[in-house]
């Protein structure tokens, strides 16, 4: 099968006006690879850390903001935490904290609750020092992580929100794929294209649960398949409703890891507890992203 590169690593932004709702199809290849390629992960917390970075991105691409969006599990099950962020206007990262005997002993496709246990999402807005963070926090209590993105989206920003992931591993790499839709207050969507104005809340509510169907109609191949263009799934589900597409939007990997930056971060550390972080002489820090080691000679820090 051949496979458009152009149509991986990509975000297309589309509009239904006769639903009130617009939507984003993500689909991640290359960043997958290079961001599972720098970690041993078992598949199965790869499966889960690929979601959380569709989760982050589609969330991350449909807020008006500059900045970095952070999304974080903590749970105590075997896959402990996972870290993702996405950096405006498109750079992608994550990490995940798990116990390898405990993941692997629930076997090659373990249920979401068994696999991450009791435990919280976090998504994090963070614009920069001189402006206040914003976070909200919803239980990891759904049956996955998609439905754990809807909580967030109902409870933190009261909008009905639909997410569908998908991620797979095939001898050509990671694939992954993400849909959201998202029902926008009556009439913000645009002019109506039938021309009726406001129409009663009745016809409100069908609107968002046909678009709702529709998209749970996606199977999960359709999601993460390549060759597949983002465009004709976008058609395939909404072509009755006059589905219009945006320009696509490109993601790619980025680590904002430096030598600098953690040659800081060390320097605030006293003498004394440099000299015991020091194995051999030596400190070693590695970035938990990109899983690059910096080397330090401890004497040479300068506070
Ligand atoms: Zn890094």
């Not at 009905?160 to 790499?173: I, M, Y």
């Not at 509510?205 to 999601?223: C, G, I, Q, V, Y």
């Not at 993601?251 to 605030?268: D, K, N, V, W, Y």
Request: charged share 25%; with cysteine.
């Amino acid at each position: 099968m051949s496979t458009d590169t152009k149509a991986q690593d990509i975000v297309l932004p589309f509009q239904i006006d006769s639903l009130d709702v617009r939507g984003r199809i993500l689909r991640l290849g290359p960043v997958l690879d290079t961001v599972l390629g720098k970690h041993d992960y078992p598949d199965a917390v790869s499966v889960q850390l690929a979601q959380l970075i569709l989760t982050v991105t589609l969330l991350g691409n449909s807020v008006k903001f500059d900045g970095t969006f952070t999304a974080q599990t903590k749970s105590d099950g075997p896959l402990s935490m996972m870290v993702a962020d996405f950096v405006t206007p498109g750079t992608v990262r994550g990490f995940a904290q798990f116990d390898r005997a405990a993941v692997e002993a629930l076997g090659p496709s373990p249920n979401f609750a068994a696999l991450v246990g009791k435990g919280y999402l976090a998504m994090t807005l963070d614009q920069g020092p001189e402006t206040d963070r914003y976070q909200g926090i919803v239980a990891l209590d759904g049956p996955d992580l998609a439905a754990c993105a809807e909580s967030y989206f109902r409870d933190s920003e009261q909008i009905p929100t639909t997410v569908r992931l998908a991620a797979r591993k095939s001898p050509g790499g990671w694939h992954a794929g993400g849909l959201m839709i998202q029902h926008l207050p009556h009439g913000s969507a645009g002019p109506r294209s039938d021309g009726t104005g406001h129409l009663p809340d009745r016809t409100d509510e069908d609107h968002w649960s046909n678009a709702r169907a529709k998209a749970m109609t996606a199977t999960a191949e359709e999601l993460v398949e390549p060759s597949l263009r983002p465009e004709e799934l976008a058609w395939r589900l909404y072509h009755e409703d006059e589905v219009r597409v945006y320009p696509t939007l490109h993601i790619a990997f980025g680590c904002r890891c430096s030598r600098e930056r953690i040659s800081t971060m060390l320097a605030r550390f006293s003498p004394e507890d440099r000299a015991h972080m020091a194995v051999d002489g030596r400190i070693g820090v590695t970035c938990e992203f990109c899983n690059t080691t910096y080397d330090f000679d401890p004497q040479a820090i300068e506070p």
